[in-house]
C-alpha cells in the first residue's frame, strides 16, 4: 500500500493539471475501454474499427498462419477445369462471370456475409483490433480470390472496414477502397 501512496503523491501535480480524472477503480476492463473511448474519439469518428485483412489462399500451401476465419471455397465449380480459363484469376472479368453463373457462388457469398453479419459485432465487443478472414481453394487463384475480392467489397460497403486484401498465391496485396474507387470509375 505504501508504494500505491507514493504513486498517488508523486503524480499529484499532474492530476491538478488534468482536465480529466477517470477513476478505473470498480471498472471492468471492458467499461474502461468503453470510457477512454467516449473521451478520446473525436466527432464523428468510428468506434472501435478493426483493422481487417482478406486473404485468398491455395490449400496446397497451407493455412495462413494469422487466419482468425477459414471458408473453404474447394465445394465451388472451379475455372481451373476451363481450358480459357485456367490462366486467369479471380479478379479477371471472364472468371468472374464464369462463376457469378453458379446460383451456388452467390449462395455461397450470402452465407459467409450472414456469418460477418452475425459475428461482427461480437468480435468488436470483444474489441479484437485485428481480424484475417482467409477464404482457400486448390490453387489460390480462382474461387478463393474471387470470395476474398467480394467478400472485402461487402465489408467496405457496409463501413465495417477498409480491409486490406491479400492474395498470397498471387503475390498482390492491395486496399478495398482501391476497389471502390475502380468500381465507381467502370459504372
Known amino acids: 500500500m505504501e508504494s500505491i501512496r507514493l504513486e498517488r503523491e508523486s503524480l499529484e501535480p499532474i492530476r491538478n493539471m488534468a482536465d480529466l480524472v477517470l477513476d478505473s477503480s470498480h471498472l471492468t476492463p471492458y467499461e474502461l475501454a468503453e470510457k477512454v473511448d467516449l473521451f478520446c474519439l473525436q466527432p464523428g469518428e468510428k468506434k472501435n474499427r478493426i483493422n481487417c485483412t482478406v486473404v485468398s489462399f491455395s490449400y496446397k500451401q497451407g493455412l495462413p498462419a494469422n487466419a482468425d476465419l477459414v471458408f473453404d471455397m474447394r465445394f465451388l465449380p ?9 490462366p486467369q484469376t479471380g479478379r479477371d ?13 452467390k449462395e455461397a457469398e450470402q452465407h459467409i456475409q450472414r456469418w460477418l453479419a452475425f459475428s461482427w459485432p461480437l468480435v468488436r465487443k470483444e474489441r479484437k483490433q485485428y481480424l484475417t478472414i482467409a477464404l482457400g481453394c486448390s490453387g489460390g487463384r480462382h ?8 467478400i472485402a467489397r461487402w465489408l467496405n460497403h457496409q463501413g465495417w472496414a477498409e480491409p486490406t486484401v491479400q492474395h498470397r498465391e498471387l503475390g498482390i496485396t492491395h486496399h478495398s477502397a482501391i476497389n471502390k474507387t475502380q468500381e465507381s470509375k467502370q459504372s
Open 143 to 150: 474461387r478463393s480470390v474471387y470470395m476474398a475480392e467480394q
Open 78 to 86: 472451379n475455372p481451373h477445369y476451363q481450358p480459357e480459363l485456367a
Open 93 to 105: 472479368q471472364d472468371v468472374i462471370s464464369f462463376l457469378e453463373n453458379y446460383e451456388d457462388v
